[in-house]
C-alpha cells in the first residue's frame, strides 16, 4: 500500500456468525441431497463434512472481504475486494455514486448489523454489485455521508430539515390485493423444483408415506383427488401470497422532507427485512402506475419511481405495492405536481390502433373455429368443444376492447404520458427533461397500418418509454412538443 492512500477494512467481525449460515441456505439443496444420502445409506459422516465445509466457507467469506474509501469525492474511488478461489476487484468513481440503500435481515438486526448497497444507477448484480455485508449499524449514517458527500446532500442535511410528510402508510386492508399476485404459485413452483433438485422427491416416492397417499387417492377417486388438490394449492398460493406480502412490505412509510435540507423521498419497509432507501427528487424523472388484470379489477394499483440512478424494473423501483389506486394516484400526483398528467384524459390513437387490437385479439378464436369446422365435419367433436370455443372467442373479444380503451397518450412542454396493456395495464408519467433522445419505430404490418411505435430515451426508470400505434403523422409532432429541439430536425418537417 502507498502512503497516503486508505487502509483497507474488514467488515464486521459479527459477521463470522452470519456467514455460515447465509452459505448453508445458497448450499440448502445440496444439505438436503446429503440428508437424504446419508439417511439411506446409514452413513452420518457425508453430513458432517458438509456442514465443515459450509462453515469453513462462511468464516474465510469474512477474511477475503476488504473495502477502501479513498478520500477525495470528485477523483477518488471506493473499492471492494473478495472472492476466496477467484480474486474480485470492485472499483467505483465516488463522483459515480447515485443512491447508497441499506437492507437489515432479521438475524442482522439481532446482531446490530446493516448491509450497505452503494449504486450508480447502472443495473448490477453478482460480483459487479458493490454491496458491504454487514457493516455495524452504527457506522451507516457517517459512511452514507461520505459516499454521498459530492452530492450535496451531506452538507444540507447538516442543516435542521423541516418534519418530514408522510406521503402514505401501509394498511392491512392492502393485504387483499397480494392474494390476487402469482407470487405464491411461484413459490411452491421454487419449493417443487427444489426437491426435485436435490433429489428428495425420488426417496418420497418410495417412502410408506408416498404409498399411503396414493392409495388413499385410489379410494377417493382421481376426479376428486384431483380437485382437492388444486383447491390446497390455490388456498395454500393466496396464503404464502398474503404471508409474502405482509412481511415484505408490513410497515411501509413513504415520506418526503422538504426545506434547507433539500427535498428527498424516503422510502422504509419490511418486519423481518428492513430495507430503507433515500431518493434525492432532483433525480426524480417521474413514475408508473402499474395494473395487473386482477388487481384492476378490485380498484388497486402499484407505483414504481421513474428516476436516475435506480433500476426501472423490479423491487428497487418500487414506492408503493399494489394498494388502492386513489392512493397510488395520490401519491403520484403529489411527486408531479399536476394531477392532469396522472389522471387526466388521454388522446386516442384512431381507428388503426383500435383495427390492430381487434385483429391480433381475435386471430386465434378464429383459427380455431375454421379448424373446428373442418374436424366437425370430418369427425365427431365432444359436445363440449364449441362452448369452449364460444368463451375462448368472448375473453378474446373482451380483451381486445379493453386494450383499445387503454391506448393513449397526453403530451404537452412538461410530461408526457402514456397508457397501454391489458393483463397488466401501465401508465407512465415522464418529465420531458430528462428525455435525451428519440426514436420512431414500425414494423411491416405497422408501416401498412400507418402507426408507428415512439420510443422516450431517458436515463431514468426502465430507459425507454414507448407510445405505442401512434399514427406515423403524430410521432415527430409529440416528440417535437415534448422536445423543442426535436422540432429542427428533418424528420419533424418532413
Given at each position: 500500500?502507498?502512503?497516503?492512500?486508505?487502509?483497507w477494512?474488514?467488515?464486521?467481525?459479527?459477521?463470522?456468525?452470519?456467514?455460515?449460515?447465509?452459505?448453508?441456505?445458497?448450499?440448502?439443496?445440496?444439505?438436503?441431497?446429503?440428508?437424504?444420502?446419508?439417511s439411506?445409506?446409514?452413513?452420518?459422516?457425508?453430513?458432517?463434512?458438509?456442514?465443515w465445509?459450509?462453515?469453513?466457507v462462511?468464516?474465510?467469506?469474512?477474511?477475503?472481504?476488504?473495502?477502501?474509501?479513498?478520500?477525495?469525492?470528485?477523483?477518488?474511488?471506493?473499492?471492494?475486494?473478495?472472492?476466496?478461489?477467484?480474486?474480485?476487484?470492485l472499483?467505483?468513481p465516488?463522483?459515480?455514486?447515485?443512491?447508497?440503500?441499506?437492507?437489515?435481515?432479521?438475524?442482522?438486526?439481532?446482531?446490530?448489523?446493516?448491509?450497505?448497497?452503494v449504486?450508480?444507477?447502472?443495473?448490477?448484480?453478482?460480483?459487479?454489485?458493490?454491496?458491504?455485508?454487514?457493516?455495524?449499524?452504527?457506522?451507516?449514517?457517517?459512511?452514507?455521508?461520505?459516499?454521498?458527500?459530492?452530492?450535496?446532500?451531506?452538507?444540507?442535511?447538516?442543516?435542521?430539515?423541516?418534519?418530514?410528510k408522510?406521503?402514505a402508510?401501509?394498511?392491512?386492508?392492502?393485504?387483499?390485493?397480494?392474494?390476487?399476485?402469482?407470487?405464491?404459485?411461484?413459490?411452491?413452483?421454487?419449493?417443487?423444483?427444489?426437491?426435485?433438485?436435490?433429489?428428495?422427491?425420488?426417496?418420497?416416492?418410495?417412502?410408506?408415506?408416498?404409498?399411503?397417499?396414493?392409495?388413499?387417492?385410489?379410494?377417493?377417486?382421481?376426479?376428486?383427488?384431483a380437485g382437492?388438490?388444486?383447491?390446497?394449492?390455490?388456498?395454500?398460493?393466496?396464503l404464502?401470497?398474503?404471508?409474502?406480502?405482509l412481511?415484505?412490505?408490513g410497515?411501509?412509510?413513504l415520506?418526503?422532507?422538504?426545506?434547507?435540507?433539500?427535498?428527498?423521498?424516503a422510502?422504509?419497509y419490511?418486519?423481518?427485512?428492513?430495507?430503507?432507501?433515500?431518493?434525492?427528487?432532483?433525480?426524480?424523472?417521474?413514475?408508473?402506475?402499474?395494473r395487473?388484470?386482477?388487481?384492476?379489477?378490485?380498484?388497486?394499483?402499484?407505483?414504481?419511481?421513474?428516476m436516475?440512478?435506480?433500476?426501472?424494473?423490479?423491487?428497487?423501483?418500487?414506492?408503493?405495492?399494489?394498494?388502492?389506486?386513489?392512493?397510488?394516484?395520490?401519491?403520484?400526483?403529489?411527486l408531479?405536481?399536476?394531477?392532469?398528467?396522472v389522471?387526466?384524459?388521454?388522446?386516442?390513437h384512431?381507428?388503426?390502433?383500435?383495427?390492430?387490437?381487434w385483429?391480433?385479439?381475435m386471430?386465434?378464436?378464429?383459427?380455431?373455429?375454421a379448424?373446428l369446422a373442418?374436424?366437425?365435419?370430418?369427425?365427431?367433436?365432444p359436445?363440449?368443444?364449441?362452448?369452449?370455443w364460444?368463451?375462448?372467442?368472448?375473453?378474446?373479444?373482451?380483451?381486445?376492447?379493453?386494450r383499445?380503451?387503454?391506448?393513449?397518450?397526453?403530451?404537452?412542454?412538461?410530461?408526457?404520458?402514456?397508457?397501454?396493456g391489458?393483463?397488466?395495464?401501465?401508465r407512465y408519467?415522464?418529465?420531458?427533461?430528462?428525455?435525451?433522445?428519440?426514436?420512431?419505430?414500425?414494423?411491416?404490418?405497422q408501416?401498412?397500418?400507418?402507426?408507428?411505435?415512439?420510443?422516450a430515451?431517458?436515463?431514468?426508470?426502465?430507459?425507454?418509454?414507448?407510445?405505442?400505434?401512434?399514427?406515423?403523422?403524430?410521432?415527430?409532432?409529440?416528440?417535437?412538443?415534448?422536445s423543442?429541439?426535436?422540432?429542427?430536425s428533418?424528420?419533424?418537417?418532413?
Open positions: 500500500m502507498s502512503a497516503g492512500e486508505p487502509a477494512q474488514r467488515l464486521s467481525p459479527r459477521m463470522l456468525l452470519v456467514h455460515p449460515l447465509h452459505e448453508a441456505l445458497r448450499e440448502l439443496p445440496l444439505l438436503i441431497a446429503v440428508v437424504v444420502f446419508g439411506a445409506t446409514d452413513n452420518r459422516i457425508w453430513l458432517v463434512a458438509m456442514v465445509v459450509i462453515a469453513v462462511g468464516v474465510a467469506r469474512w477474511f477475503t472481504t476488504t473495502y477502501r474509501i479513498e478520500p477525495d469525492p470528485e477523483s477518488g474511488r471506493v473499492q471492494l475486494r473478495s472472492g476466496l478461489l477467484r480474486r474480485n476487484l472499483s467505483l465516488r463522483n459515480r455514486i447515485r443512491s447508497v440503500e441499506t437492507d437489515a435481515r432479521l438475524l442482522h438486526r439481532l446482531l446490530g448489523l446493516t448491509v450497505l448497497r449504486s450508480t444507477g447502472q443495473h448490477a448484480a453478482g460480483d459487479g454489485a458493490f454491496e458491504l455485508n454487514a457493516v455495524e449499524s452504527s457506522q451507516v449514517p457517517q459512511l452514507r455521508k461520505i459516499l454521498l458527500a459530492h452530492t450535496g446532500q451531506p452538507a444540507r442535511a447538516a442543516v435542521p430539515s423541516a418534519k418530514p408522510v406521503l402508510r401501509w394498511r392491512p386492508s392492502w393485504l387483499r390485493y397480494s392474494a390476487l399476485s402469482l407470487s405464491g404459485l411461484l413459490t411452491i413452483g421454487a419449493a417443487l423444483a427444489a426437491l426435485l433438485q436435490s433429489g428428495a422427491w425420488a426417496a418420497l416416492q418410495d417412502s410408506p408415506r408416498s404409498r399411503s397417499w396414493m392409495d388413499a387417492v385410489e379410494r377417493f377417486g382421481a376426479q376428486q383427488s382437492v388438490i388444486v383447491a390446497a394449492v390455490l388456498v395454500a398460493a393466496i404464502l401470497a398474503v404471508l409474502r406480502s412481511l415484505t412490505y410497515n411501509l412509510v415520506s418526503r422532507s422538504s426545506g434547507q435540507a433539500g427535498d428527498v423521498l422510502l422504509s419490511g418486519l423481518l427485512r428492513v430495507r430503507e432507501h433515500s431518493y434525492d427528487m432532483r433525480r426524480l424523472r417521474g413514475g408508473t402506475l402499474r395487473p388484470l386482477l388487481v384492476r379489477m378490485f380498484g388497486g394499483a402499484r407505483l414504481d419511481a421513474a436516475t440512478g435506480v433500476n426501472g424494473e423490479g423491487e428497487s423501483s418500487i414506492l408503493l405495492p399494489p394498494c388502492p389506486k386513489a392512493t397510488a394516484e395520490q401519491v403520484l400526483t403529489g408531479v405536481a399536476d394531477p392532469v398528467v389522471s387526466g384524459p388521454l388522446r386516442r384512431g381507428p388503426a390502433a383500435t383495427r390492430r387490437r385483429t391480433r385479439a386471430m386465434l378464436p378464429i383459427a380455431l373455429g379448424g373442418v374436424a366437425t365435419a370430418v369427425y365427431e367433436v359436445q363440449w368443444c364449441w362452448p369452449a364460444a368463451a375462448v372467442t368472448a375473453g378474446a373479444a373482451l380483451l381486445a376492447a379493453d383499445v380503451r387503454a391506448l393513449g397518450h397526453r403530451v404537452d412542454a412538461a410530461w408526457l404520458t402514456a397508457r397501454t391489458s393483463w397488466e395495464q401501465r408519467a415522464i418529465s420531458t427533461d430528462g428525455i435525451i433522445g428519440w426514436t420512431v419505430r414500425q414494423s411491416w404490418f408501416r401498412r397500418a400507418g402507426v408507428a411505435t415512439l420510443i430515451a431517458t436515463a431514468a426508470g426502465v430507459k425507454a418509454y414507448r407510445v405505442i400505434d401512434v399514427p406515423a403523422e403524430w410521432a415527430w409532432s409529440v416528440a417535437a412538443t415534448a423543442p429541439w426535436v422540432a429542427g428533418t424528420w419533424a418537417r418532413s
